[in-house]
């Protein structure tokens, strides 16, 4: 026995130090954003003298300068329309590739498939040509459905998963009992599916929340930019010279919402993703 | 069973008009960069110039080009032959164990940093790889070493971007690993002790073939997530930098969309980029191809 314990204790001192090793990083953020500059400087572990004014300083200054009203109001908007049609499409699509017994079921989901495995980057420059053409260029529009078209392999990948592990017994009581198609899937399979629809909402969630790289290239209206884009620009307007605890301060005001996000569904998010990947 | 005729409009609506979105907007802009990378596209006039191979033959001359290739294949086998060995050995320790209570604790800890977005990471990394107040070389002191230009040196600045996606990366194939290894049924596990085999043993002819179809799950989702994560850690921590030392093909093509307007070369790079995946898959699934043993 005593070998075991000692194996135990191993493994806890591994699990220990690589734990401090995530933290410690998030903690220097955290902390930096209580700083002013020279307590920065003045080494990271230094304690700030007056934590509370520097806090009250560096967040007022942080969500005045990269005008993170306005990019939380964008991301809010462009974040929950993209969710509510990422989840409509996929559950659909899903739904049918894992229940209706389609004919051409394989070739459908390996089209889905090539999309998790193209790189969205490859359309680029076909998306910017096509948004100016339809005129969707500087809107949050083409923002909208872009990351919708992009996020649905994701989505469909986790949900067609969750859809093949519902019991058939429960869609044939409802067909007996006289009810349509639609209505199975609305009122029997969508209710049970909730699990599935949370965790690919929130995985899509944090990709749009921290999405950028189709914003710098389709929007140039400073009104219609997303927090994300607004936290960049600290990064590269200020170049070294940078205030680090007015942006570790935006930081904070950024992933704020994934922190809450993460401690309410933990289980979900983590649980989630394993679902449909590991047969059993 | 016979589909009656409102069965089948179901089925056509519920395929056809999520795929009729995703093939509109996603499929056919991809293929369509095939056409793009034959132009000379610069961003503005829609006048376009059919130049043939002339932006492949240019990137075929281009040392950066190479690079941000060598680059690719530097992160993904970095990662695979880093943070996968050890988030499996980090599973089995977690699961086999019984001791070990608050494995869940560790589970949903290490998972954190993959919700938080690659853009906040870089910039906390980035304090961290100071050379002069930056952790890495506080601790580094302590047992006596020079401290390391993280960033600054263009022979250290990939094992940085490595180091940061390994960090990032491990509690997410723990989470895959951990599922995996806690589905194999504990009785195959006993008639292996009766026989005699070993610990070592039994995670080799046992626990790895019964999650051999995770691995390969988990090594082909790295072919895609490689590309993204690659793109938002080096856009943000190094910008390429220094000397497009750390430049890998995503960020490559994005630069030059954005800072030179290069779009027909940006779409030939973005072309060689779809077959560098593709081929990655197709080979990932054919090496790793072996009899799935059913429980």
Redesign the interface.
């Known amino acids: 026995m005593k070998k075991i314990s000692f194996g135990t204790m191993v493994i806890r001192f591994f699990m220990v130090l690589w734990s401090l090793i995530i933290i410690v990083p998030f903690a220097q953020l955290f902390l930096t954003s209580i700083k002013n500059n020279e307590e920065f400087y003045a080494g990271l572990w230094t304690l700030p003298t007056r934590p509370i004014q520097n806090a009250i300083e560096n967040f007022s200054s942080a969500w005045r300068d990269a005008n993170m009203g306005v990019g939380i109001f964008n991301a809010v908007i462009i974040c929950g329309l993209s969710l509510i049609l990422t989840l409509t499409l996929s559950s659909m699509v899903s739904y049918a590739i894992a229940r209706r017994h389609l004919r051409h079921e394989n070739k459908l989901s390996n089209l889905y498939l090539i999309g998790l495995l193209v790189p969205a980057m490859v359309g680029l420059t076909p998306m910017f040509i096509m948004a100016r053409f339809i005129g969707l260029f500087n809107t949050r529009t083409i923002l909208v459905l872009l990351y919708t078209a992009t996020q649905i392999p994701f989505s469909v990948f986790l949900m067609t998963a969750f859809f093949r592990s519902i019991p058939h017994e429960l869609e044939e009581a409802s067909y007996i009992d006289g009810a349509s198609p639609w209505r199975t899937f609305t009122s029997i399979i969508l209710p049970l599916a909730r699990p599935a629809i949370v965790t690919a909402g929130i995985f899509a969630f944090l990709d749009f929340w921290s999405e950028y790289m189709y914003g710098l290239m389709f929007l140039t209206d400073k009104n219609k930019v997303t927090v994300a884009m607004s936290i960049l620009q600290f990064k590269t307007g200020n170049g070294v010279r940078m205030n680090w605890g007015v942006t570790s301060a935006a930081c904070v005001i950024f992933i704020a919402p994934i922190l809450l996000l993460y401690c309410l569904f933990q289980k979900k998010i983590v649980g989630g993703l394993t679902v449909g990947s590991v047969k059993g | 069973m016979k589909k009656g005729r ?2 089948k409009l ?2 056509g ?3 056809g ?3 009729a ?13 095939l ?2 990378s034959m132009t000379d ?1 610069g ?1 503005y006039s ?1 006048n376009l110039e059919f130049v043939g191979l002339r932006n492949y033959k240019r990137l075929l001359q281009d040392p950066v080009f190479f690079k941000s290739i060598l680059n690719y294949f530097k992160l993904y086998l970095g990662v695979a032959l880093i943070c996968f060995p050890l988030s499996y050995i ?1 599973a089995l ?2 699961t086999k ?1 019984n ?2 209570k608050e494995r869940n604790f ?8 993959n ?7 870089a ?3 980035m ?2 790889y100071n050379p002069s ?3 890495l070389n ?1 601790v580094l002191g302590w047992f006596g070493i020079e401290p390391v230009q993280w960033l600054g040196s263009t022979k250290v600045v990939m094992i940085s971007v490595i180091i940061l996606v390994v ?1 990032r990366m ?2 997410f194939y723990l ?2 690993f951990m ?2 290894v806690s ?1 194999i049924p504990p009785d195959i596990y006993d008639s292996a002790k009766i026989d005699g085999a070993s610990e070592f043993m039994q995670t080799i002819k046992i626990t790895i073939p019964l999650t051999w ?2 691995i390969k ?1 988990c090594l ?1 989702f790295f ?2 997530t490689c ?2 994560v690659g ?1 938002g850690t080096v ?2 921590l190094t910008q390429g930098g220094p000397d497009n030392a750390s430049q890998i093909i ?1 960020s490559y ?2 630069l030059n ?2 800072k030179y307007l290069e ?2 070369l ?2 030939a790079i ?2 060689v ?2 077959v560098i ?2 081929t990655m ?1 197709l080979l990932i699934l054919k090496v790793m191809k072996r009899e799935t043993y059913e ?1």
């Open positions: 409102s069965e179901f089925d609506v519920m395929t008009v999520p795929t979105f995703f093939v509109l907007l996603y499929l056919l802009p991809c293929v369509a960069g056409f793009f596209f961003g829609l980090a320790a977690l164990n001791r070990i560790y589970r949903i800890l290490f998972f954190f940093p919700t938080v977005p690659t853009l906040i990471l910039i906390m990394w304090t961290m107040f930056g952790v506080q960090w491990f509690g989470v895959y599922a995996g589905n179809d995770i799950t082909l072919v895609m590309m993204n793109f856009y943000v995503s093509l994005y969309i954005t779009y027909g940006s779409s973005g072309v980029m779809m995946t593709l898959s429980m």
